[in-house]
C-alpha cells in the first residue's frame, strides 16, 4: 500500500531533480526561476503519477480485499509530496545547505518512529494505521521546506519558459537514469517473488537489504559530489570526480571487508540461527553493493559534465541484462542466484563505465589508483573543516 506513491513519482520525475542540480550550480543562471519552474512541474507530474496509479493499482492488485486497494489508492496524494521532495531535495544540494537536506530527510523517518511507537503503546497496530504512520509525517517537512525555498526565491521569478526548456532538455537525457534506479531497486525482488518460495523471497530480501549500508557511504558522498563537480569545468569535474572515488574506493572496500568477515556472526545475533543459510548470499550482495556504489559515483562525472545520456544507456542496459541473469541463475541457485546475478550486471556496468572514460575521456590508468596526495587531500579537507566548526562554534 505504501509502496506505490513513491515507485510511481519516481518513476515519472523526467529526470528534472537532476537537471536542477546541474542548472543551478552554473554561473549566470536564474535558480529562483529554475527552482519554481521544477516545483511546478513536479506538482504536476504527481498529479500524473496519481492519475497512472488509479488505473493500474486496482488491476494489479486484484488479488486484495477491496480495503487494501482503496488505501492502496487514496495513498496516491503522496506521489505529489513526494516529487515536490525530490524538488527540494535537488535544490538544498546545490545550495550547499546540508544542515536542512539532513533534516529533511531525517525528520519523516523520526515522525514514522514515534507515529509506531504510539501505535504499539495504544494496542492499535494494523495494516491501515502502520501505513499512515508511514506516509504522514512526509507532508509537514515538504511543506515547511518547500515554503522557506518559495519565500527566498518569491522576487526571482522570471523566465520560466526558458527555465522549463532547459530542465527537459537535460532531464529527458537522464531520465532513464531515475528509471532505471527505480526499477533496479524493485525488479529483482519481484522477479525472487514469482520464482521461488516466500522463505526464500525473506531470506533474501532480509540480506539486502543489510548489503545497502554500504550504500550510505555512496549517498553521501554522491550528494555533495554532483552538485560541486556541476559547477566545475569540465576537466577539473572529471578530476573532482576520480580524487574522490579513489578515496571512496579504498572506504568502501574496507568496510566491506569488515563486514564479510563478520557476517555469520551478524546475521545470526539479528534474526537467529534460521538465517545462518542467507549468510553466502549476504557476503555475495555486500561486494555487489561496494561495485554499484564505485560506479555511481563516476557516474556523477558524467552528469556533471552535461553528458547524462551515457549514464542513461549504461544503467537501462545492465537493468535488462540484470532480467536476463535472474531469469537463468534463479531456477538453477535460488536466492544465490539472484545474488550472483546481481554481482554480474555490477562488474558489467563498472567495465562499461572504465572503458567509456578510458576510451573516449582519454583517462589513463593512474587515474584510477589512489596516491599519496589523495589520503593529503582528504586530510586537509578534514583539518579545514574541522577549524571551520571550530571557528563557528566559538
Known amino acids: 500500500m505504501i509502496m506505490w506513491p513513491r515507485f510511481l513519482a519516481y518513476s515519472l520525475t523526467l529526470g528534472i531533480p537532476a537537471a536542477l ?4 550550480k552554473k554561473k549566470n543562471e536564474d535558480q529562483g526561476s529554475l ?30 480485499s477491496g480495503e487494501v486497494v482503496d488505501f492502496a489508492v487514496w495513498a496516491l496524494i503522496m506521489s505529489p509530496v513526494a516529487m515536490i521532495g525530490t524538488i527540494n531535495t535537488a535544490a538544498l544540494q546545490s545550495r550547499g545547505e546540508y544542515g ?31 501505513s499512515v504512520a508511514y506516509l504522514f509525517p512526509a507532508i509537514p517537512i515538504a511543506v515547511w521546506t ?30 532513464g537514469t ?47 559530489l554532483f552538485p560541486k563537480a556541476s ?22 572496500f574496507m568496510v566491506g571487508a569488515a563486514v564479510f568477515v563478520i557476517a555469520p556472526y551478524f546475521l545470526i ?28 559515483i563516476l557516474a556523477q562525472g558524467f552528469m556533471s559534465i552535461g553528458k547524462p545520456g551515457a549514464v542513461t544507456i549504461i544503467r537501462m542496459t545492465t537493468l535488462g541484462l540484470n532480467v536476463v541473469f535472474m531469469n537463468l541463475f534463479i531456477p538453477l ?34 587515474h584510477w589508483m589512489i596516491s599519496k596526495s589523495d589520503i593529503v587531500w582528504l586530510l586537509e579537507r578534514i583539518r579545514r573543516q574541522k577549524g571551520r566548526s571550530n571557528t563557528e562554534a566559538m
Open 21 to 24: 542540480v546541474y542548472y543551478m
Open 35 to 64: 527552482y519554481v519552474t521544477a516545483l511546478y512541474m513536479s506538482v504536476l507530474l504527481g498529479f500524473v503519477a496519481m492519475a497512472v496509479g488509479a488505473v493500474i493499482i486496482p488491476v494489479w492488485m486484484k488479488g486484495y
Open 100 to 130: 536542512l537536506y539532513n533534516f529533511m530527510r531525517y525528520i519523516p523517518v523520526l515522525g514514522t518512529l514515534i507515529l509506531l511507537c504510539a501505535l504499539v503503546a495504544t494496542g492499535h497496530v494494523t495494516p491501515f494505521l502502520t
Open 146 to 175: 518547500t515554503f522557506k525555498l518559495v519565500s527566498r526565491y518569491r522576487l526571482k521569478q522570471k523566465n520560466k519558459a526558458k527555465s522549463g526548456k532547459k530542465l527537459l532538455g537535460y532531464g529527458i537525457r537522464s531520465y
Open 178 to 224: 531515475d528509471v532505471a534506479g527505480t526499477f533496479s531497486g524493485y525488479i529483482d525482488q519481484i522477479l525472487v517473488v514469482g520464482l521461488l518460495s516466500p522463505s526464500s523471497l525473506g531470506l533474501y530480501v532480509v540480506s539486502l537489504n543489510l548489503a545497502k549500508m554500504l550504500n550510505t557511504i555512496q549517498g553521501s558522498i554522491t550528494s555533495v
Open 231 to 252: 559547477g566545475l569545468q569540465q576537466d577539473e569535474a572529471l578530476r573532482l570526480t576520480f580524487k574522490v572515488t579513489r578515496i571512496s574506493s579504498v572506504i568502501t
Open 269 to 296: 545475533l539479528l534474526y537467529g540461527p534460521s538465517f545462518a543459510e542467507a549468510v553466502s548470499v549476504f557476503r555475495i550482495l555486500i561486494f555487489q553493493t561496494a561495485i554499484t556504489s564505485i560506479s555511481w
Open 333 to 366: 541457485l535460488g536466492i544465490k542466484g539472484a545474488a550472483i546475478s546481481l554481482l554480474a550486471t555490477a562488474l558489467i556496468e563498472l567495465s562499461v563505465i572504465f572503458l567509456v572514460y578510458t576510451l573516449k575521456h582519454r583517462v589513463a590508468v593512474r
